[in-house]
């Protein structure tokens, strides 16, 4: 059966603040993808454009920005599952390419968290979770997140001290990342110092250090058919396997609170698909929007049994040189989490690790990397395997 | 003819409420009675919290409301120290979420509980609260 490729990568920079519209935002991503894939705009058949709409001004961004990079008359059309928006954009594009509608598709995610003001963004935040039965209490993701870090530690023995560990790991690399917004180291000493920054208490036991940053910024993934990727790329990167999974968005609905549901199922399904084990994962992206998520990633995804996360990351396993390199481009902790792009930024780094064109953050000769981005606190989860020939 | 009168009670939920109709106002009605309720359904016997008009286990609409009663044991709890717009003045506060017989249910914890008191297994009762402005909730108290 034909299989459909990764042939071309593309990020800005993520910044505070991004100097211009969101159409120019994405133009940024998608020139890189493009000239990336030895393309022009004429070769994409289709585009799926993915940001969480809550920060948009434009409505139905799709057609503006399709028109803006050249992919008229093209067909294009807009999706959205908030921080996963641009890996389901990548599921969506797989699909249409296996059942031979498109032969090369743009997934384009982007987010200008900076369209709407910090007193509106506020009132978002507000609204980020069931709003029938959960944000009358005034809740927050930070919160959220927080739930399931204080479950983790009352049934684990997980510490405040192993999240920061997360987060000096992402540190590490975010300052060899010249697209994070965050290059400036951070050591356990500053969670120890009241006075630091990193210790301030946002929402127990989760601290300002424990918490990714917003950012503006664009990322973009050209998929092909296997027929196409032959003509345009010499390296192309294969898709292996999709998986991805949902859940009740109020947590009276869920019965997990020390882990995501959606990101074992989503793994379980991506690793048959792929015909893998979590064992040949030789490098990985995940969703570190707060440090106890990375802690769930590795349990969820098979890294780690239940409750052993913090053995990875006390061992520092989960470095650059050692069993299962992790988020080594700085993840979202470092880089920012502009929401509709971050999918798309994940899954270029897997695909510049595979190719072997990391640079400083290239991990030693990986042959099977592993995409989890996670949309909402586990509302969704998309669990992504690439390879290469 | 007369102006058909609105149901809107569930705007009163909460400090900030996003919704104000829904098929379940009742709810809002036994929280003022002193009742936290969720519903059962007849058909197939699932229960649900929070409260649901429509089943999604068979597709039935016919609920019957149920209280949550007796002692529920808290799962998790975070305390903030930043709130959204309009939740500025509370902070701050503590989210939680505990388990009932049959439901789980998630509130805030009493402010009349100190941080010592509140720890993970605690045992917890879920009571309706009086708001400011008309408004109404529940919170959890140590049990």
């Known amino acids: 059966m034909a299989r459909v490729a990764i042939i071309g990568v593309g990020q800005s920079k993520f910044v505070r603040g991004y100097p211009g519209s969101i159409r120019e935002l994405a133009f940024e991503a998608f020139r890189e993808a493009v000239q990336d894939a030895k393309m022009t705009s004429k070769d994409i058949d289709a585009s799926i454009i993915c940001s969480a709409p809550e920060y948009d001004k434009q409505r139905s961004p799709a057609g503006v920005i399709a028109e803006y990079l050249g992919l008229t008359p093209q067909p294009t059309f807009y999706l959205e599952t908030v921080c996963s928006s641009s890996s389901t954009g990548l599921k969506v594009a797989y699909s ?110 989760l601290r300002v250090g424990d918490c990714c940053a917003n950012a503006d910024g664009s990322s973009c993934i050209i998929v092909a058919s296997e027929e196409k990727a032959k003509v345009f790329s010499e390296k192309p990167v294969w898709i292996l396997g999709v998986g991805a999974a949902s859940t009740a968005v109020n947590m009276a609905g869920r019965d997990l609170f020390s882990g995501l549901t959606v990101a074992v199922e989503a793994s379980k399904t991506a ?80 695909v510049l690790q595979l190719r072997g064109e990391a640079g400083q953050m290239q991990v030693s000769n990986p042959e099977i990397g592993l995409v989890h981005n996670i949309g909402g606190v586990g509302l969704y989860g998309n669990v992504t395997i690439l390879g290469r020939d | 003819m007369a102006k ?69 044991t808290l799962l998790t709890f975070s305390k903030l120290q930043y709130g959204p717009v309009g939740f500025e003045g509370e902070l701050p506060y503590t989210i939680a979420l505990a388990q009932f017989k049959d439901v789980k249910v998630f509130g805030r914890m009493s402010k009349e509980l100190s941080d010592a008191d509140v720890v993970v297994g605690m045992k917890v009762k879920a009571l309706p609260v009086q708001l400011a402005n008309g408004k109404i909730s529940y919170e959890f108290q140590k049990a």
């Open chain 1, 96 to 205: 249409m390419v296996k059942a031979g509608l498109h032969d090369a598709i743009c997934v384009l995610g982007f987010q200008k968290m900076s369209e709407i003001t910090s007193a509106e963004s506020q009132e978002r935040m507000g609204r980020g979770a069931d709003i029938q039965w959960e944000s009358p209490f005034g809740t927050m993701m930070p919160a959220y997140y927080a739930l399931h870090a204080r479950a983790h530690m009352a049934k684990y023995g997980t510490t405040e001290e192993d999240l920061a560990l997360i987060r000096v790991k992402a540190a590490t690399y975010g300052q060899i990342n010249d697209r994070a917004v965050y290059q400036k180291p951070v050591t356990l000493e500053m969670f120890k110092n009241p006075q630091d920054n990193m210790a301030g208490p946002v929402a127990s036991p």
């Open chain 1, 271 to 350: 690793y048959k698909m792929a015909g893998i084990s979590s064992r040949d994962v030789d490098v990985a992206e995940v969703h570190d929007c707060f440090t106890i998520a990375e802690m769930m990633a590795y349990e969820n995804l098979g890294f780690a049994k239940p409750g052993e996360g913090k053995d990875l990351i006390r061992a520092k396993e989960t470095y650059k040189e050692g069993s299962i390199p992790v988020n080594v481009d700085g993840g979202l902790l470092s880089k920012g989490h502009p929401i509709g792009a971050t999918g798309g930024s994940q899954l270029r780094t897997i």
């Open chain 2, 4 to 72: 058909q009168e609105i149901d809107d009670r569930f705007k009163k939920f909460g400090t900030v409420s996003f919704t104000s109709i829904s098929k379940v106002n009742d709810f809002i009605g036994y929280l003022e009675k002193g009742q936290v309720m969720g519903t059962k359904c007849k058909k197939c016997g699932m229960t649900f919290f929070p409260p649901r008009a429509d089943c999604s286990g068979c597709l039935s609409s016919d609920m019957d409301w149920m209280e949550v009663t007796g002692e529920g």
